[in-house]
């Protein structure tokens, strides 16, 4: 068990339907990371938080957005979903900035699948 | 930008010993991470590099040369457990990705007896 909890485990939804995906860090991580796994892209980083406050962004489309509370916890929101966007998601957190040796941990990730 | 490269698959046997290469291109980079990922499962963290040279865990050792852009996993004594995909991801200290860890498609690693 990482320490990273994600939920929920799997969620089916119709196309041009909102979903909102939560993960909750390890106790004391400051970053959260948020990944799209699909089977032919691979690990795809979409947008990390770092504190509350937007860090970085990878390849996060428009339709999808994010947001870190005063706890710490995070959620991804998917709006007008299409076939393509059914994936395994992927929240991860690590200390402080994540410098060093400071690998990320990953949690076990919610399977959307669009219909 | 980023660019990793590893092979999609390799296959080996029981007790064998195999070698994962990862090749890389990045802005910058601040650390080179090795992470194990069995099917529909998250990916668990194996091992770290930042300097030159062979970091040794176990069975598992990961090997870095910054100046070539190139790093290896090396899978010892295999057993049918190791079957799994095997992820190189490449810390960007250009800091176009933040601190976030920039995967490979990753290898996947059949063992057969």
């Known amino acids: 068990d990482s320490g990273v909890t994600q939920t929920p485990k799997h969620l089916i939804t119709a196309t041009g339907q909102r979903v909102t995906l939560r993960c909750s860090p390890r106790?004391?991580?400051?970053?959260v990371y948020w990944y799209q796994q699909s089977l032919d892209q691979g690990l795809q980083f979409l947008i990390q938080?770092?504190?509350?406050?937007?860090?970085a962004k990878g390849n996060i489309l428009e339709r999808f957005s994010a947001q870190q509370f005063p706890d710490l916890h995070s959620e991804l929101n998917l709006s007008s979903l299409e076939l393509g966007d059914s994936a395994l998601y992927f929240c991860?957190?690590?200390?402080?900035?994540?410098?060093?040796?400071?690998?990320?941990?990953f949690g076990q990730g919610t399977r959307l699948t669009v219909v | 930008g980023q660019n990793i490269d590893q092979p999609t698959e390799m296959t080996a046997t029981e007790g064998a010993i195999v070698q994962i290469n990862c090749t890389y291109q990045?802005?910058?980079?601040?650390?080179l991470f090795w992470y194990q990922q069995h099917a529909g499962e998250a990916p668990t963290f194996l091992s770290y590099?930042?300097?030159?040279g062979l970091e040794e865990k176990g069975r598992f050792s990961s090997f870095l040369s910054r100046s070539k852009g190139y790093s290896y996993l090396l899978l010892k004594e295999l057993q049918m457990k190791d079957s799994a995909s095997y992820l190189c991801?490449?810390?960007?200290?250009?800091?176009?990705?933040?601190?976030?860890?920039?995967f490979g498609k990753g290898t996947t690693l059949s063992v057969s007896s």
């Open positions: 106790s004391g991580d400051l970053s």
């Open positions: 990045t802005s910058g980079f601040n650390g």
């Open positions: 991860a957190s690590s200390v402080a900035g994540g410098l060093g040796n400071t690998e990320a941990f």
């Open positions: 991801a490449v810390r960007d200290s250009a800091n176009q990705a933040g601190t976030a860890l920039i």
């Open positions: 590099n930042v300097l030159d």
């Open positions: 938080y770092y504190n509350g406050e937007e860090r």
